[in-house]
């Protein structure tokens, strides 16, 4: 009797050391991830209270806000709103109870959400322990260029009125403007009311005619052959990397042939076109900008796309630019065989496997303005805690060096001529008046439609002003227009409305 009532009291020993082994893992241990585990009742709880900090543009405009509910009996304490509507969807994106969130609020959701802030003072440091609150988020989008933008954009004439416009300080990287469309409406997919809610996330992620969702913005998510607008590219390649085929002349001519295919090259309109790049490229020449892609090669015109930012077609390996947005796509440049002259001359001039986001053609502009030197896109300008207290400052970053300085002003001149009136057959003659001193490339890419016959994708490109320091360097694209229209006669105007927006609020001449 006496053993085992020994073996009883070891065994509860050994009971009563597992227990307080278990209480030390889970009090020591597991604590942290036991105290945020969504299954932990006061986790769960903080779902419906779910005060966010603020977002706002520049110069102070509420985009987004945390509003305490004042519907009677309703679980959550706040509804989160978006006082602008769609117009900055593609930016803040959405905060949803059911679908989680998107755009800055995902990017900043760590700063956004309620969360412990650091001590204010020596009490707080020692005794009292901070207040759990949100940070507010101030952005670097200028609202009079995004309303400017947005509203050419729906100016496009015709009834497809799908595209983007990207708008970039050059010199640091800042994103003054950001449309895309089409977009949706931030206020109904963040209503705590989940059937609503995912109605209408069903109705905003849906594909129009061109097979565009809302949810996914075309200037971040979306890519497109580059049409001519990759002239720039294939300019900047023989400046900078082949400075023997800086005065390169092609002998006027309506067309060229590839000695490894059946294929031609010929000029838009269908006429003859030719010279150095001094001509060639206001009158974007395209069999003379094939012939100048066969010239330089395919190990050069790779590497000067990849330079700019440009991933290598079917690469394992994609190249994202460094953009505070989430699904930001890679652009990408044809992969190409050393001795595929047809191919290379598509290449050359913005088409076959060339597909390009309109954020990563902003940032090809932008690279040209500033002196060869890509700034790293940016939407967070500063952070601040409710005590208003800066909590973090973006700081400019170079991303990529493009070109040479000397090489970026060259090719900054040719973009220059484009809109010059006094050179003959120059694509923008007449967009935009000449004490502008606008620097812009034109593209107009051949593609097959979703629907219907085949459409052109319409590009323009460049920055202003090309005297002095560059303040706006922009890309519009509107995809999927008439075969019979230019990237000039589309997205020319909507080019020249934002920076007329941008000299009305500057107080410049136009």
Not at 158 to 176: Q, R
Not at 429 to 439: E, K, L, R
């Amino acid at each position: 009797m006496g053993r085992r009532i020994r073996w009883l009291g070891v065994v509860l020993l050994v009971c009563f050391a597992l227990v307080i082994v278990q209480l030390a893992n889970i009090q020591f241990r597991q604590a942290g991830a036991l105290a945020n585990s969504p299954y932990n009742p006061r986790i769960a709880a903080k779902v419906y209270d779910n005060q966010r900090g603020t977002i706002m543009a520049s110069d102070g405009t509420v985009l987004a806000k945390s509003v305490k509910t004042t519907v009677s009996g309703d679980p959550y304490h706040y509804t989160r709103v978006y006082p602008q509507g769609p117009l900055y969807a593609g930016i803040t994106g959405y905060d949803s109870l059911f679908y989680g969130t998107s755009g800055i609020e995902y990017e900043y959701n760590q700063y956004l959400k309620t969360h412990a802030q650091s001590p204010q003072n020596f009490s707080q440091l020692l005794f009292d322990t901070p207040p759990s609150e949100p940070d507010n988020v101030t952005l670097t989008v200028d609202p009079v260029l995004q309303e400017a933008a947005t509203e050419a954009l729906a100016s496009t004439p015709g009834a497809n009125k799908d595209g983007a416009v990207v708008v970039l300080d050059p010199t640091t990287g800042a994103v003054l403007a950001l449309v895309s469309n089409p977009t949706f409406d931030p206020n109904k997919i963040s209503s705590p009311d989940v059937a609503a809610e995912q109605a209408y996330d069903a109705e905003a992620s849906a594909k129009d005619l061109e097979h565009f969702s809302g949810l996914a913005p075309i200037a971040t998510q979306e890519r497109f052959p580059p049409g001519s607008t990759f002239k720039v590219v294939t300019s900047t390649a023989a400046y900078n990397l082949a400075p023997s085929l800086i005065n390169y002349s092609f002998p006027p001519a309506v067309s060229i042939k590839f000695s490894d295919s059946d294929k031609t090259l010929s000029n838009d309109g269908g006429s003859a076109c030719g010279g150095t790049m001094a001509l060639m490229l206001p009158q974007s020449c395209d069999p003379g900008y094939g012939q100048l892609g066969i010239e330089i090669g395919v190990p050069t015109l790779t590497k000067q796309a990849e330079d700019f930012g440009y991933s290598i077609f079917g690469a394992t390996t994609q190249y994202v630019p460094n953009l505070d947005l989430p699904n930001v796509v890679p652009s990408t440049f044809s992969d190409l065989a050393p001795n595929s002259q047809a191919a290379l001359a598509y290449s050359a001039i913005g088409q076959f496997n060339d597909a390009t986001s309109p954020l990563e053609n902003a940032l090809v502009a932008a690279g040209i303005a500033n002196g060869g030197v890509i700034m790293t896109p940016h939407l967070m300008e500063q952070i601040r805690n409710a005590q208003g207290s800066v909590v973090a400052t973006y700081q400019p970053t170079p991303m990529l060096t493009a070109s040479t300085p000397a090489a970026a002003a060259a090719v900054g001149k040719l973009m220059q001529n484009v809109a010059n009136d006094t050179v003959p057959g120059a694509t923008a003659n007449g967009i935009f008046p000449v004490s502008w001193h606008v620097a812009v490339k034109t593209g107009t890419a051949q593609v097959q439609a979703p629907t219907g016959p085949e459409q052109t994708d319409d590009w323009m490109i460049g920055f202003m002003p090309a005297i002095g320091t560059p303040k706006l360097a922009i890309a519009v694209v509107v995809p999927y227009q008439s075969f019979s229209v230019t990237g000039a006669q589309v997205a020319g105007p909507i080019v020249k409305q934002v920076f007329q927006a941008y000299l009305n609020e500057t107080g410049g001449q136009g």
